[in-house]
């Protein structure tokens, strides 16, 4: 869960998270380095006298700052594209869970199990007990198992919406008569919060998203005592 005034990402709490923080610092080093190098540049030209200034062609100079770049795009290019194939592989998922976007709230089926469906409303803030945090908790959390394949089938009853859970690198669009999926793995046990992050009208900020993760046992324990 965030804190007040963090600027880092939340801990990553499933394989696909992990991925996307070393993506953000490999591509976040290269763009420090490339703004040093210019920065330096910039000042080396300002404190010294030009020399060269009738130079009309240097294709040595204009080869490297081709290729250099190309290389640089490239570098970048490649564990993107890793990532982005990562995010859209689904495989053999354990449970399959559907959630549905509502004004203002959401639905959630696991579609594994008969009768087996809840809504899940925010808490007021004058019904939360103490300790509890504003805005985030729930009436009925998701429980889903840890280190399981996931498969949410994330759709919308009336206008758009989005299910985001920070922590686990988990953002998919919820459209009105279309059906979206996206997977997970969640690594440890806890509670992850997320809200729905598309503006769907005057409470879009009270549509809060939390998951319980268990391990497996607890959660055919529960899920037989519905």
């Known amino acids: 869960m965030a804190h007040p005034l963090q600027i880092e990402f939340q801990d990553a709490m499933s394989p696909i998270m992990e991925e996307l923080l070393h993506f953000h610092d490999h591509t976040l080093m290269i763009g420090f380095i490339i703004s040093t ?28 700052w081709t290729i250099l770049p190309a290389i640089v795009l490239i570098t970048i290019a490649l564990p993107s594209l890793q990532v982005l194939y990562l995010t859209d592989e689904i495989n053999n998922p354990h449970l399959t869970i559907k ?10 089926e696991y579609t594994d199990y008969e009768n087996l469906e809840f809504d899940s409303y925010m808490i007021p803030t004058q019904d939360l007990p103490n300790g509890y945090s504003r805005l985030l908790e729930v009436d009925h959390r998701m ?3 840890m280190e399981t394949p996931i498969r949410m089938l994330i759709s919308a009853e009336d206008v758009l919406h989005s299910w985001a859970v920070p922590s686990l690198g988990v953002k998919t669009d919820a459209v009105p008569g279309r059906l979206n999926q996206t997977s997970f793995i969640m690594m440890q046990p806890g509670l992850f919060y997320g809200q729905c992050s598309e503006i769907c009208g005057a409470n879009h900020s009270f549509m809060p ?8 046992s607890q959660f055919e324990n529960w899920s037989s005592l519905q």
Do not use: F, R
């Not at 959630?99 to 959401?106: K, S």
């Not at 998203?209 to 497996?216: C, D, F, M, Y």
């Open 37 to 64: 190098l210019v920065l330096y540049i910039i000042s080396s030209m300002m404190m010294t006298k030009l020399t060269h200034t009738s130079t009309m062609d240097a294709q040595e100079v204009e080869m490297i």
């Open 99 to 108: 959630t549905m976007g509502h004004q203002w709230y959401w639905t959630y």
């Open 143 to 145: 429980i889903a198992p």
């Open 209 to 216: 998203i939390v998951i319980e993760s268990t391990p497996l």
